[in-house]
């Protein structure tokens, strides 16, 4: 049976379905391989995004990098290591990007500009980044075909409860100084601060979302994603630190950090 390319009108349709209301700040993850045969690609996933949300609603996404081998981050060139979806949002016309040289968010919308300021200044995933700012305002988050192992702002929780390991514990390659190129030409040495780490247990926090009713399942495209409050998961994911610091980190014992974050625990 021949299957048929998902359309921008189909996507649309999903998103409001789902319950993407215009007007909304709304936080992004995806998987473009998940929803299945697009027409026009990447590109058409974000035109059913911007036309479900509107031009009064803000979407954030994440468009982090790596950090690059010659230490410097363009923040108008470096590609995004967080899919597609996310690279194409990156290029597309009116969509900002701010400074931070690992945890870059990319914003479009009514109040793209306040979310990201800033950014290069604090630590990628910590209290009064772009996330942060965008679930204090109330935004909803949609997770298309993929699970809160990929929903940055779980972090952030660690930020807030200040857990022993934050900023002890590095990824090879995080624990030093990177340049940030403006785009216009501006560079900017910056410093880490409280990198994050792992995210292998963070469905810790999607099962207290869904224990309390207050997860959302649908469908974008053949996708199976994920509707629900960021200030809401916040509150989970800082619930179960303060009750338990090592809440989010893994049991694998050849995770890069999680071992020596126990570690300091202990």
């Given at each position: 049976m021949t299957q048929h390319p998902i359309t921008e009108s189909d996507l649309v349709t999903d998103l409001r379905a789902a319950g993407v209301r215009s007007g909304e700040v709304l936080i992004v993850h995806s998987s473009l391989k998940s929803i299945?045969?697009?027409?026009?690609?990447?590109?058409?996933?974000i035109a059913a995004l911007l036309t479900?949300?509107?031009?009064?609603?803000?979407?954030?996404?994440?468009?982090?990098?790596?950090?690059?081998?010659?230490?410097?981050?363009?923040?108008?060139?470096?590609?995004?290591?967080?899919g597609a979806i996310t690279e194409a949002f990156r290029t597309t016309a009116s969509v900002l990007r701010s400074h931070h040289p690992t945890h870059a968010v990319s914003a479009w919308g009514n109040r793209a500009a306040e979310?990201?300021?800033?950014?290069?200044?604090?630590?990628?995933?910590?209290?009064?980044?772009?996330?942060h700012n965008a679930a204090l305002a109330g935004a909803s988050v949609l997770m298309i075909g993929c699970d809160f192992r990929s929903?940055?702002?779980?972090?952030?929780?660690?930020?807030?409860?200040?857990?022993?390991?934050?900023?002890?514990?590095?990824?090879?390659?995080?624990?030093?100084?990177?340049?940030?190129?403006?785009?216009d030409g501006r560079e900017l040495r910056?410093?880490?601060?409280?990198?994050?780490?792992?995210?292998?247990?963070?469905?810790v926090v999607e099962s207290a979302l869904a224990a309390g009713g207050r997860?959302?399942?649908?469908?974008?495209?053949?996708?199976?994603?994920?509707?629900?409050?960021?200030?809401d998961a916040l509150d989970a994911a800082v619930t179960l630190l303060r009750a338990d610091p090592a809440a989010l980190l893994c049991d694998h014992p050849r995770c890069a950090v999680c071992p020596t974050a126990r570690a300091i625990l202990s």
């Amino acid at each position: 049976m021949t299957q048929h390319p998902i359309t921008e009108s189909d996507l649309v349709t999903d998103l409001r379905a789902a319950g993407v209301r215009s007007g909304e700040v709304l936080i992004v993850h995806s998987s473009l391989k998940s929803i299945g045969p697009v027409a026009g690609g990447p590109a058409t996933v974000i035109a059913a995004l911007l036309t479900a949300i509107g031009q009064t609603g803000t979407i954030l996404m994440p468009t982090f990098a790596d950090p690059q081998a010659d230490g410097l981050f363009r923040v108008a060139e470096t590609t995004s290591r967080t899919g597609a979806i996310t690279e194409a949002f990156r290029t597309t016309a009116s969509v900002l990007r701010s400074h931070h040289p690992t945890h870059a968010v990319s914003a479009w919308g009514n109040r793209a500009a306040e979310f990201i300021a800033g950014h290069e200044s604090i630590g990628g995933l910590v209290a009064g980044s772009p996330f942060h700012n965008a679930a204090l305002a109330g935004a909803s988050v949609l997770m298309i075909g993929c699970d809160f192992r990929s929903f940055s702002l779980v972090h952030v929780a660690e930020s807030i409860v200040r857990v022993p390991y934050l900023g002890r514990v590095w990824y090879p390659g995080y624990d030093q100084p990177l340049t940030v190129v403006t785009p216009d030409g501006r560079e900017l040495r910056i410093n880490p601060i409280d990198p994050p780490t792992c995210s292998a247990n963070f469905r810790v926090v999607e099962s207290a979302l869904a224990a309390g009713g207050r997860l959302r399942r649908a469908r974008i495209g053949q996708a199976e994603s994920l509707l629900f409050t960021a200030g809401d998961a916040l509150d989970a994911a800082v619930t179960l630190l303060r009750a338990d610091p090592a809440a989010l980190l893994c049991d694998h014992p050849r995770c890069a950090v999680c071992p020596t974050a126990r570690a300091i625990l202990s």
